[in-house]
């Protein structure tokens, strides 16, 4: 009998990879966006745009490798719960692909988590499970699979390992081929955000695979532990609940691997909306909080360049499309009630654009 019930549920599985595979063979790569740069600093700068997946943001790829790890270790079968503690893109990437495998699909997350991702979670047919502190997603999502025979998907620990890091058509390698025909093919920086830190551990782990000379920037809010805890590797840091939806964690997350990571820039949260809405204005691009914050650590190093006289490539990525924090982050009232007023840091990339030098001293 177990034999019979372990063959009927690797076909189950085998099922369900093989829709997964599908949906992605189906899907077009991300576009890599030239942004304009004045032509005299000899620097080119590409967005990854990751809001052109079918669930708008970059945590489509995760919550693909995260199911596909899932499948292949025996821990998702017909009719398993699986739930998630997501502040709202990676639970509705998850939801996506819970309903593609007719799953239930459980998203653990603060009140605060705006409307629209909400909205989309349910879109997909998800369900939220809300609490009031951003400490409490883990245990109460723990708990819930537990209590439901279900399954933690634990992004938050398994996003490290669950991408290959050597290629495979993740996200480093897509870089790396749309590349290719650059003037610069090889970039000087990638700068990312760490949310669970999966991004930058594959990224990092690619570029030294493949003995690039390329540097990886990670870019964190405010009040993140991520900063203090790759500026002293024998601390352990709390920080806070991030005000950038996405990235930023209160507590060094097991995904984050500081050792493959050669900068990091600490972001003020006012800086990240006020590179998201210039964004808008350079280049008509609607993104959401966390590209600002990617752009902010940009915007810096590509400061940096100039002044050494460095002509070169950098990379970045757009993770979300912005109309998904129409309620939020573009919404000045919301941003005036949350102490997020742009205008000292929109002042500080108008003069970088200007003279192309960097000096945020005055809201340092």
């Not at 914050?293 to 810096?300: A, D, F, I, S, Y």
């Amino acid at each position: 009998m177990n034999s019979l019930k372990d063959l009927t549920g690797r076909r189950w599985a085998a099922e369900a990879i093989r829709r997964i595979e599908t949906e992605n063979n189906r899907s077009a790569d991300t576009h890599l966006h030239a942004v304009p740069l004045p032509e005299h600093w000899g620097i080119e700068l590409f967005l990854k745009d990751e809001s052109t997946h079918r669930t708008g943001s970059l945590k489509h790829r995760l919550a693909r490798s995260l199911f596909l790890f899932g499948l292949v270790n025996g821990w998702i079968s017909a009719g398993t719960t699986i739930v998630e503690a997501s502040s709202g893109s990676t639970a509705v990437s998850e939801a996506y692909f819970a309903q593609l495998l007719d799953l239930p699909f459980v998203a653990v997350m603060t009140r605060t988590t705006s409307p629209e991702k909400i909205a989309l979670i349910e879109q997909f047919g998800g369900s939220c499970h809300f609490v009031d502190h951003a400490s409490e997603v883990y245990a109460t999502a723990e708990e819930l699979a537990k209590n439901s025979g279900g399954h933690y998907m634990d992004q938050f620990t398994y996003a490290e390992r669950a991408t290959d890091w050597r290629g495979n058509n993740n996200i480093a390698e897509s870089i790396f081929e749309q590349l290719a025909l650059e003037a610069h093919p090889i970039p000087e920086w990638v700068v990312v955000g760490a949310g669970t830190g999966g991004t930058s551990a594959t990224i990092g782990r690619y570029l030294r695979y493949h003995r690039h000379h390329t540097a990886l920037a990670v870019v964190d809010p405010e009040n993140s532990a991520f900063y203090p805890g790759w500026a002293d590797r024998s601390a352990t840091p709390i920080g806070k609940p991030s005000r950038i939806e996405g990235i930023g964690r209160p507590r060094l997350e097991p995904s984050f691997v500081p050792d493959v990571i050669d900068h990091m820039i600490q972001v003020p949260d006012a800086g990240s909306v006020a590179a998201m809405q210039h964004l808008l204005t350079l280049t008509g691009f609607r993104a959401g909080p966390s590209t600002g914050t990617n752009l902010w650590g940009v915007w810096q190093l590509i400061a940096e360049m100039i002044a050494e006289g460095r002509q070169g490539s950098v990379v970045s990525l757009m993770c979300d499309d912005g109309d998904r924090y129409a309620c939020t982050y573009y919404n000045d009232e919301w941003l005036a009630s949350q102490n997020l007023t742009p205008g000292p840091c929109a002042r500080v990339i108008e003069q970088f654009f200007a003279t192309g030098t960097w000096d945020d001293s005055a809201i340092a």
